[in-house]
């Protein structure tokens, strides 16, 4: 039997970025859609730099 494929989950959507999306979406002129995309894009953990020179930090 082969596996089966990883199904991509989106994460549901709270309300209070929810009302953050409707009022960007106001004050610039973008979709909801949009700004909360925009809003993922923000919030989403960026990956840390790897300090490969320990030495310089003394």
Same mark, same amino acid.
């Given at each position: 039997?082969? %596996?089966?494929? %990883? ?24 979709? !909801? ?5 925009i ?6 953990? %960026? ?8 030495? !310089?930090?003394?």
């Amino acid at each position: 039997m082969g %596996k089966k494929a %990883k199904k991509s989950r989106e994460e549901p959507i709270d309300r209070e970025r929810v009302a953050e999306a409707a009022y960007y979406a106001r004050k610039f002129g973008l979709t !909801k859609e949009e700004a909360l995309r925009i809003l993922k894009d923000a919030y989403t953990p %960026k990956p840390l730099a790897s300090s490969r020179d320990h030495s !310089k930090r003394r």
